[in-house]
């Protein structure tokens, strides 16, 4: 990983935003589910939505060139976060506990598999973001994409992201974004989201938790 690239300011975040988005999508599908008799899932750290949420077409790709799609989400567990390589701070952090929710599930017999998005297409490029996952984990996923291809997961994801100057560096720039963790199920539906501040022991926790509980 070229830390060298990274500006030193922190990133930020949209806080009031990404509370009002998962509180408005939190809503909406738990009162869905209490229509249909689903209650949650109580004593989680994790918002998990009683009715998964069916995810529209969409189409990326990965750091090994291979496509990223709806079907690439099924058959196993996803830890989908969205950032990108250039970021100061919240990234690196995230796919550091990341590591370490991988290893506490080692013993796990559910497929699981970690992925960044990145919001950053314009210099995130396979082989940049192949640099930068693989520095934290050998196993992880990088995926880029258009810019239309991208918006095409997070609009539906309700994830915000935002280029902003970078005033210590005129011709660099930083890119505000959600930092929640999001958590696709085998079956390719939005299951479940984590946020900040993010705990390796919780994660870990209420996965096993919301596994015992799946169907």
């Known amino acids: 990983m070229d830390t060298n690239s990274n500006p030193n300011p922190p990133v930020r975040i949209l806080p009031t935003l990404i509370i009002a ?3 408005l999508a939190t809503g909406i599908w738990a009162a869905q589910a209490l229509l249909n008799n689903k209650p949650p899932v109580d004593e989680l750290a994790a918002t998990r939505f009683p009715v998964a949420r069916q995810l529209e077409p969409f189409s990326l790709v990965d750091h090994q060139g291979n496509t990223f799609d709806n079907a690439a989400l099924r058959g ?4 989908l976060f969205f950032g990108y390589t250039h970021c100061p701070d919240v990234c690196p952090t995230t796919l550091s506990v990341l ?13 699981v ?4 998005v990145s919001v950053d297409p314009q ?8 640099r930068f996952v693989t520095y934290f984990n050998s196993d992880f996923i ?17 994830i915000m992201h935002m280029q902003v100057a970078d005033e210590s560096s005129p011709d660099s720039y930083l890119v505000d974004h959600s930092a929640g963790l999001l958590l696709i199920d085998p079956k390719g539906n939005y299951h479940a989201v984590f946020t900040p501040p993010l705990s390796a022991d919780a994660i870990a926790s209420d996965f096993r938790k919301m596994l015992k509980a799946f169907r």
Not at 113 to 116: A, T, Y
Not at 142 to 158: C, D, F, K, P, Y
């Open 21 to 23: 988005a998962v509180a």
């Open 76 to 79: 196993h567990w996803s830890f």
């Open 99 to 111: 590591n370490s929710v991988s290893g506490k599930l080692a013993d796990n017999n559910a497929p």
């Open 113 to 116: 598999r970690f992925v960044l």
């Open 123 to 130: 210099r995130d490029t396979p082989e940049q973001l192949a």
């Open 142 to 158: 990088g995926v880029t994409g258009s810019e239309e291809g991208i918006a095409q997961l997070t609009r539906q994801l309700g």
